[in-house]
């Protein structure tokens, strides 16, 4: 019986999360990277694995959250499921409190498939979700991809509360990475520097072979060569939360049929989109490149690649 095969296989907890606005309303949603990750990558007509853990008690009701075939989610059982609380500070929900309010086990080697992908895509949520030894295998079946948000951010073992702080093992760890993603926080955390530019030459140089780093205004890449920005053009930000993992998702997987630029407008496109309404991305590729035609200038550069 030959292996399944998937451009990307996405390896994350899925979350039960509380969200809070500025005016103390709140809402349960189902979130995790892994839920707004595979969601960008199948709507680009991908073919999208996603592996996952949670309690069993959870499974009838989280399921629904994936937006991918059930038969491509490998779901495997977890003392308990992970729950976040976020909290957002502002009207545009780019400041905000987390708290993690219970957390699935830790991923291990033996828990991922005997499937073929050409992308590995660690979609964690916190530090501990993944070991070493999973970054130096996952390196050798394929194109590892890495949400530094796993590697960077600590839940208090007492009330769950946020902290970051640098990942110890970077400089030992990054030369197993293709694909890098951050927030412009997060680069400063690794790096020192608030300049994404100078940041991403530095995780470069560190020994990550592509870097991505997002910001409120739109998103920067290099790869050793060139610096490239694209803007991010929502009409509102009514679906912020998943924005980071929704570009970064969308940016590998059209990575696997396009060159840098071609696939940072996709990704700047689909994030733009998907950020006007809540939830994970739920248009298709029409959606996308009607979106670049109407409001990126250079959208029929695009159309024509």
Same mark, same amino acid.
């Given at each position: 019986?030959?292996?399944?095969?998937?451009?990307?296989?996405?390896?994350?907890?899925?979350?039960?999360?509380?969200?809070?606005?500025?005016?103390?309303?709140?809402?349960?949603?189902?979130?995790?990277?892994?839920?707004?990750?595979?969601?960008?990558?199948?709507?680009?007509?991908?073919?999208?694995?996603?592996?996952?853990?949670?309690?069993?008690?959870?499974?009838?009701?989280?399921?629904?959250?994936?937006?991918?075939?059930?038969?491509?989610?490998y779901l495997l059982p977890s003392?308990?499921?992970?729950?976040?609380?976020?909290?957002?500070?502002?009207?545009? @929900?780019? !400041?905000?409190? /987390?708290?993690?309010?219970?957390?699935? *086990?830790p991923f291990k080697i033996e828990? =991922?498939? #005997?499937?073929?992908?050409?992308?590995?895509?660690?979609?964690?949520?916190?530090?501990?979700?993944?070991?070493?030894?999973?970054?130096?295998?996952?390196?050798?079946?394929?194109?590892?991809?890495?949400?530094?948000?796993?590697?960077?951010?600590?839940?208090?073992?007492?009330?769950?509360?946020?902290?970051?702080?640098?990942?110890?093992?970077?400089?030992?760890?990054?030369?197993?990475?293709?694909?890098?993603k951050t927030d412009a926080a997060?680069?400063?955390?690794?790096?020192?520097?608030?300049?994404?530019?100078?940041?991403?030459?530095?995780?470069?140089?560190?020994?990550?072979?592509?870097?991505?780093?997002?910001?409120?205004?739109?998103?920067?890449?290099?790869?050793?060569?060139?610096?490239?920005?694209?803007?991010? @053009?929502? !009409?509102?930000? /009514?679906?912020?939360?998943?924005?980071? *993992?929704?570009?970064?998702?969308?940016? =590998?997987? #059209?990575?696997?049929?396009?060159?840098?630029?071609?696939?940072?407008?996709?990704?700047?496109?689909?994030?733009?989109?998907?950020?006007?309404?809540?939830?994970?991305?739920?248009?298709?590729?029409?959606?996308?490149?009607?979106?670049?035609?109407?409001?990126?200038?250079?959208?029929?550069?695009?159309?024509?690649?």
């Open positions: 019986m030959s292996k399944r095969e998937y451009d990307t296989l996405v390896i994350g907890h899925i979350s039960k999360d509380i969200e809070i606005d500025c005016d103390d309303r709140f809402i349960e949603v189902i979130g995790g990277a892994v839920v707004y990750s595979s969601a960008a990558a199948f709507a680009g007509g991908n073919r999208v694995g996603v592996v996952t853990k949670m309690a069993p008690g959870d499974r009838e009701r989280l399921i629904k959250g994936f937006a991918i075939p059930k038969e491509d989610i003392i308990k499921t992970t729950a976040m609380q976020n909290k957002f500070h502002t009207a545009d @929900k780019e !400041r905000r409190t /987390s708290a993690a309010l219970s957390i699935a *086990d828990d =991922i498939p #005997e499937v073929s992908s050409t992308i590995y895509h660690l979609a964690g949520l916190l530090y501990g979700e993944f070991n070493e030894e999973m970054i130096r295998t996952l390196s050798k079946r394929g194109m590892l991809a890495v949400d530094v948000q796993g590697f960077v951010r600590h839940a208090n073992p007492a009330g769950g509360k946020m902290s970051f702080r640098d990942w110890r093992e970077k400089m030992e760890l990054l030369p197993y990475i293709h694909y890098l997060e680069a400063e955390i690794l790096t020192g520097t608030s300049d994404c530019a100078e940041a991403a030459k530095l995780l470069y140089q560190w020994g990550a072979r592509e870097i991505l780093i997002t910001c409120n205004s739109g998103v920067l890449v290099y790869d050793g060569r060139e610096i490239h920005t694209c803007p991010i @053009k929502a !009409r509102n930000l /009514s679906g912020r939360p998943g924005r980071g *993992d929704t570009t970064f998702a969308a940016y =590998i997987t #059209e990575r696997l049929r396009a060159g840098i630029p071609q696939a940072l407008l996709w990704a700047s496109a689909m994030v733009s989109n998907k950020m006007e309404s809540p939830g994970p991305y739920k248009g298709t590729r029409t959606d996308v490149e009607n979106y670049i035609n109407a409001f990126y200038q250079k959208g029929h550069m695009y159309a024509d690649n």
